[in-house]
């Protein structure tokens, strides 16, 4: 696996446990980042602070999903004790999510014309007590700048939903469900436990008003609308030939997908037509604005997440927006995030442990629908008590979570796993 990009890992069938991706994501570290590290060690003096300078590393600073989940967070950071800089090396767009982002925080600095040795110099000179890195190895991340160390502490947070096996990543913050104390020996970075679930949320994430009629989605007035919303890459034949089977069970019921490109959309009906099912019971959603996105989930039913790489933004848009998810744990980061979602909001029943139990409840639910009404009145009044969606809330756990790291710091000890109490 070492020529195997750890994000493309993931999603593969082989990626079951941790330790697997933890070994990827070591090799690919080696060949790609160790040359930068060998040399670099920050060797700033520490000291105790009444305000300590947090850098949030990312290429997404524009229209994107992790973005929309931290918009928040940076509003709320609390100025008397944090000063927050914004570092991007993407692209940039006009979009009202962008400017938010910027307002958000103290200062933004873009990288895009600086090499990676000449960004991590300007992270350093700014004297960066945590840099908090938004990308891990998704696509377009510059993990060269964090291997030149230019911060005495780096977390992997919220964009990489894995280990970086780099020895340049002190901690990763998760929650008790999507990455138990015993999975530590999966994680090259020590594990910092934030109370309820680990992934920020937007309390101000705006639902259009204006629901679309079944029509304008080219879906049937009657049907069982099963949707699941994820990139299409998630889509493996093992969770696909379940929704097949869940298709012929259910007489007239479709499956609504987001459509990525054609040719995703032709191979799925394809199979769907290998497996029986008929093609045009195959719906494809266009892309919209997020707000009118977030509406159309009130014509469906029910969301069917995917495995091994569970929805992520997506699921909590789904929850957002009032419709219940069944998911799939497994033993991996990817693979508990929904998980790690419903559990926060007290829906413990919705997440399954395999694949057949998966089949069962989204079956249940499909032909209950006396316990699917009572499900989405208990989803819309949990959401609306849980801090899981409270950007405001959610702030103080994570202050107190960098207040830690540095306090173990300026002790001179090394990083070690702990937990964040409220």
């Known amino acids: 696996t070492s020529g195997v990009s750890p994000f493309v890992f993931l999603a593969l069938p082989v990626s079951t446990t941790a330790e697997q991706q933890l070994r990827c994501a070591r090799q690919w570290a080696v060949r790609q980042l160790q040359p930068a590290a060998a040399s670099k060690q920050a060797t700033r003096s520490p000291s105790a602070k009444s305000k300590l300078t947090i850098g949030y590393l990312s290429a997404d600073y524009h229209y994107h999903a992790t973005s929309m989940l931290v918009a928040e967070l940076f509003e709320k950071h609390d100025r008397r004790h944090f000063e927050i800089i914004g570092y991007s090396y993407g692209r940039p767009d006009d979009s009202p999510l962008r400017r938010r982002l910027v307002q958000g925080l103290d200062r933004f600095v873009d990288l895009r014309e600086l090499s990676h040795s000449a960004a991590a110099r300007r992270i350093a000179d700014d004297r960066v007590d945590i840099l908090v890195d938004l990308k891990g190895y998704t696509v377009g991340a510059r993990t060269q700048i964090l291997a030149e160390r230019p911060a005495p ?26 990455a138990p104390w015993d999975q530590q020996p999966g994680y090259s970075e020590k594990l910092v436990h934030l109370p309820g679930c680990y992934q920020v949320n937007d309390s101000q994430r705006e639902i259009a008003p204006r629901t679309p009629s079944r029509a304008e989605c080219g879906l049937p007035e009657q049907a069982f609308v099963f949707c ?51 093609s045009a019971r195959l719906v494809f959603a266009s892309r919209l604005p997020l707000e009118e996105h977030l509406a ?55 997440i399954a442990k395999g694949l057949e139990e998966y089949e069962q409840i989204a079956l249940r639910l499909a032909t209950q629908p006396a316990r699917l009404a009572e499900l989405q009145s208990r989803l819309a009044t949990n959401r609306e008590g849980s801090a899981l969606f409270d950007g405001a809330k959610f702030a103080p756990t994570l202050e107190q979570a960098y207040e830690t790291m540095w306090s173990l710091y300026c002790r001179g000890q090394s990083p070690r796993s702990f937990s964040v109490d409220l």
């Open 296 to 350: 159309r989930h009130r014509l469906a039913d029910l969301f069917l997440d995917t495995f091994p790489v569970n929805a992520h933004t997506t699921a909590s848009e789904t929850l957002w927006a009032g419709c219940p998810m069944v998911t799939l744990a497994g033993q991996t980061m990817a693979s508990r995030v929904a998980g790690s979602l419903l559990h926060t909001l007290g829906m413990p029943e919705l």
């Open 153 to 178: 502490i780096q977390v992997n947070y919220l964009g990489y939903p894995g280990t970086m096996g780099a020895p340049f990543i002190d901690y990763i913050l998760v929650d008790e469900f999507i």
């Open 228 to 278: 699941s919303f994820n990139n299409t890459y998630k889509i493996t034949p093992e969770i696909f030939q379940v929704w097949m089977r869940l298709l012929h069970a259910i007489p007239g019921s479709v499956l609504w997908l987001l459509e990525s490109n054609p040719t995703a959309a032709a191979n799925l009906r394809r199979e769907a037509e290998a497996r029986g099912v008929a």
